[in-house]
């Protein structure tokens, strides 16, 4: 069956980098993308970027553009996503859902990491 | 970039119909998939392509998409069914082309 399992809850200060891991089994990770999705306490789901398990082509949100980074490493049907300088608004709950391609479903979903940033 | 708009919450008794709006441009013109999310939960697709159903899903989930707005719709509600849930879509003329409306928390009664 298709899981994915992400890394655990981080504790980052201001202007710090997180970078949280999204591990796929069950299906050939080479054949989809990942999205990364976040959740602030309390609110909404955000959209945040797109990476190709296939080739590595990315496509990140706008407002997150330079302090992003999306990338895989096939070897291990792993995802990254690593954040740079943090801020206290981007503590949040960050999920890796598989993405088959631009208009498709996210039909997996990883549990989530929990991201706090806090002095 | 495209908005969708989710009423912020919509309450229905049990045995009873729920309606969820999820308002955009032309909506009609694009695929709407929905998401229910429970406390603590990741989220869980219930509807992609405007109306197909994944496996394991319960039939009293359906959703139609026309005009500027698509509605999912969960009949005879059960207490379980008390969730947040999201649209989302991509907007292939959008540099932010994976949206998702606000979200709807539903309440059964």
């Known amino acids: 069956q298709v899981q994915l399992v992400q890394s655990g809850a981080e504790v980052k200060k201001p202007g710090a980098s997180v970078k949280v891991s999204c591990k796929a089994s069950?299906?050939?990770?080479?054949?989809?993308?990942i999205s990364w999705v976040r959740q602030a306490p309390g609110q909404g789901l955000e959209w945040m970027g797109w990476?190709?398990?296939?080739?590595?082509?990315?496509n990140y949100a706008q407002k997150l553009q330079g302090r992003v980074t999306m990338t895989t490493d096939t070897s291990t049907s792993t995802a990254y996503m690593e954040l740079r300088s943090l801020r206290s608004d981007d503590t949040a709950v960050y999920y890796c859902?598989?993405?088959?391609?631009?208009?498709?479903?996210?039909?997996?979903w990883g549990q989530g990491t929990l991201v706090t940033v806090s002095s | 970039s495209y908005v969708l708009t989710q009423p912020p919450s919509v309450s229905v008794a049990p045995g009873k119909t729920a309606r969820i709006t999820c308002g955009g441009n032309?909506?009609?013109?694009?695929?709407v998939h929905w998401y229910q999310q429970k406390p603590g939960q990741a989220p869980v697709l219930v509807i992609y392509?405007?109306?197909d159903r994944p496996s394991g899903i319960p039939e009293r989930f359906s959703g139609s998409n026309s005009g500027n707005t698509a509605t999912l719709t969960i009949s005879r509600v059960e207490a379980g069914d008390e969730a947040d849930y999201y649209c989302?879509?991509?907007?292939?003329?959008?540099?932010?082309?994976?949206?998702f409306g606000g979200g709807t928390k539903l309440t059964v009664l």
């Open positions: 859902a598989r993405d088959a391609r631009p208009g498709a479903p996210f039909d997996y």
């Open positions: 069950g299906y050939t990770f080479t054949s989809y993308g």
């Open positions: 990476i190709s398990a296939y080739n590595g082509n990315t």
């Open positions: 032309n909506i009609g013109s694009k695929s």
């Open positions: 392509y405007d109306s």
């Open positions: 989302q879509v991509w907007d292939s003329s959008s540099d932010h082309p994976r949206v």
